[in-house]
Structures are given as C-alpha cells and as structure tokens.
C-alpha cells in the first residue's frame, strides 16, 4: 500500500484529484476536437464553450447579481494592485487601505505610485488580529476602501464584512474565493489569483460592480482596463486559455460537492480541528487572534525552533509535504484549501501528536 500524499503549499496550492485526472483524460483530444485545449483558438466554439460554461459555474457558486461582471484576468493578483488604482481612482485621487498582513502592505505601496494609499487602519503589534471596523479612520472621499479578506501568510481572515458605508470596498480574495459563501453585493470588486483555491497560476478573477466601470486613467495599460476586458469578454488579447479551462473543471467539481455552503461546513472542521490540535498542546503555537483566524492557512510554531528543520523532514518522509513557514514568519504554516480533504488535515493532526510525543 503507498501512503497518501497531501500537498499543504500555500501556492500554487493542491488541486483536487479528480480535476487533475479529467484533465489528463481530456489533455491530447478535448472531448472529440483532436486538439488540446492548449491547442485551440480562444475565439472557437469549442473554447468559448468552456469559456462560457466556467463563468456560469461561478456565478452559480458565488451568486453573483446580474450587475456584477466576471473578468478572468492575466497578471495576478499583483497585476491588480496597479489595476485597481487605475481603474478606480482619478489623478491626485485616494483611496483607503486597511492592512492586517503583508499582502495588503503591497497593495498599498502598489497603489501610492497612482495616487494617495491611506492607511486607514493597520493591526498594532504584528499581524495577528483584525483592527475593530467601528475605529477606522475612513475617508468618505476615498475612491474605494481595500481590504485583504484572508492575509495568506499570516492566516488572518475577516469573518465578517466591515460596513465602509457608500464607498466602494475592494477585497483581494486570492486565498478564500471560494472557501464559503460570499456576499457579493456588499462589495464594488472582489479578485483573486487562481493558484491558491481555484486552478493554475496564470489566472486571476475579477468580480466588478457595472457601475464601476469607465471610471479608467486614459493612461491604464489596455490589459488592465476592466471596461475593455469587460467589452472583449476579457479576451482582449488571447487570455490564459488552459488555467480558465481547468478553473472551470474546480468549479463544476464544487458545484458536484454541493456547492459552497457545504464547502464552508468542511473548511470550518477541518481548520477547528487543526486550531484545537495547536491550541491543546504546548509545544505547537499559533498567535493568531481565535476570532480572526483563517480557514485557509494555519501557521504555527514549534516549542523549540531547533526542531523546525526535522518536523518539516520527517513530516515529508510520511507524506505531509510542503509545511515550511513563510521566511518572513518562520515556523510552519499548513494551508488546507478546498481540495485538501478531512483526512489529509486529520494525518497531519496525528503526525503533529506523535511528533510532540517523542520530542516534545
Ligand atoms: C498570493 C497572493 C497574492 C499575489 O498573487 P500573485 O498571483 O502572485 O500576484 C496577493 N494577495 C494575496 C492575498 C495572496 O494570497
């Protein structure tokens, strides 16, 4: 018998199985064409066919309203972080950002080159909480208010929406899409990069509010001008074909697992289970405030950093791979997306007692 083997990488991040192995059915000859999708013009029937069937996916998933457009994007997450300003805010203009870990800290930096990037908020003392909403310093002028939904490194996430009033909010959902129900409608943009829960990199997601729409710098490049993607049916220049197609194959497997309310009940044990397995021990550690931590991404320490080095090499050795910690925070970080099932969390909640019990 082989030992099962569970990808905990923060990103590009596990796929689920059963994707990875229709797409290899599919890779030579998609579905009678003789081609690859690789292969294919993005402006053939058979690519818009797939094209088309993923954005309904989606839509369904994350019932998105009807004045929301769905652009599926080049560049990243952090190709969004200069889109965003260019988009939505004029010349000489601000916007507010609310940081709680290091990827709001770049969008912000990002976005000074285009105006003014406001701290409106910041966690004090690390990043291990969310700032109270109600002590924000807002400014009502601002062109949008930016918030990091889930700070992939330092695993903190919001688990509510914070009430900005009438000022667009702008969330980098890279990390969470797609984890649990979202409200779209509270939102004027939600994007995320594909690597972390949805698909290949290469692909980034933008769900924007119509009315949002046409408010560009004549000066933002075209690629990144969500009023011509939105036109161009975000094939303005031939988009990232083979990343959509397998995001697609992710979305139609969560809609054959029940969508994403029935995701959010899995995501929420397995991250409790892992929580309760650090916060029961003495030896593992995560600093994180219990009502900010996230679903997605669950660093944690160990007693005695000498470890570090042989918990991440035995951990290996039985099949839990990739549990080294961001440099910049050291120690472990376990990220259970999606397509990380129960049972890889539940072999890594073993693996971490047994470990305790023989070097604890
Ligand atoms: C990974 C990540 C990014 C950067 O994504 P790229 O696609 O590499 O640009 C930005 N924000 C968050 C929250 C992330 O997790």
Avoid at 138 to 148: G, M, S
Avoid at 280 to 302: E, G, H
Avoid at 331 to 353: C, K, T
Wanted: contains cysteine; hydrophobic residues 40%.
């Amino acid at each position: 018998m082989t030992q099962p083997i569970y990808n905990f990488s923060a990103g590009p991040a596990m796929l689920p199985a059963a994707v990875l192995k229709e797409v290899q059915e599919e890779l030579l000859d998609w579905q009678g064409s003789h081609m690859s999708v690789m292969e294919m013009s993005h402006r053939g029937k058979q690519f818009m066919s797939i094209a088309e069937q993923a954005e309904a996916d989606l839509r369904s998933l994350l019932k998105v309203p009807d004045n929301y457009k769905v652009l599926f994007l080049q560049g990243g997450a952090t190709g969004q972080f200069s889109a965003i300003p260019m988009n939505l805010m004029p010349e000489g203009g601000s916007a507010d950002y609310v940081v709680t870990g290091s990827w709001g800290k770049k969008a912000i930096k990002e976005a000074g080159k285009y105006g003014t990037g406001r701290l409106a908020a910041q966690a004090e003392g690390g990043f291990t909480h969310i700032p109270d909403p109600s002590a924000w310093d807002l400014d009502a002028n601002a062109a949008y208010v930016h918030i990091t939904p889930n700070e992939t490194i330092e695993g903190v996430e919001y688990h509510q929406i914070p009430d900005v009033g009438d000022v667009p909010l702008v969330g980098d959902f890279s990390s969470t899409l797609m984890s649990r129900p979202v409200d779209v409608s509270k939102y004027g943009v939600i994007y995320a990069g594909a690597q972390k829960n949805i698909g290949p990199a290469g692909l980034v997601i933008l769900i924007v509010r119509e009315d949002l729409l046409g408010r560009a710098r004549s000066t933002c490049p075209s690629v990144l001008n969500w009023q011509g993607q939105a036109e161009a049916g975000s094939m303005l220049n031939t988009p990232s074909c083979f990343p959509w197609y397998v995001a697609g194959k992710v979305f139609s497997w969560l809609l054959d697992r029940g969508g994403l309310e029935s995701m959010a009940e899995i995501n929420q044990r397995k991250a409790e289970a892992l929580y309760a397995a650090i916060d029961n021990s003495d030896f593992y550690a995560n600093p994180v405030d219990p009502a900010a931590r996230s679903w997605m991404n669950v660093p944690f320490t160990l007693a005695d950093a000498e470890l570090d080095a042989t918990f991440l090499k035995e951990s290996a050795d039985a099949g839990l791979l990739t549990l080294k910690g961001h440099r910049s925070v050291g120690g472990m970080r376990a990220s259970i997306y999606n397509a990380m099932p129960e049972e890889g969390v539940n072999a890594l909640i073993d693996f971490m007692a047994d470990f305790e019990r023989r070097k604890g």
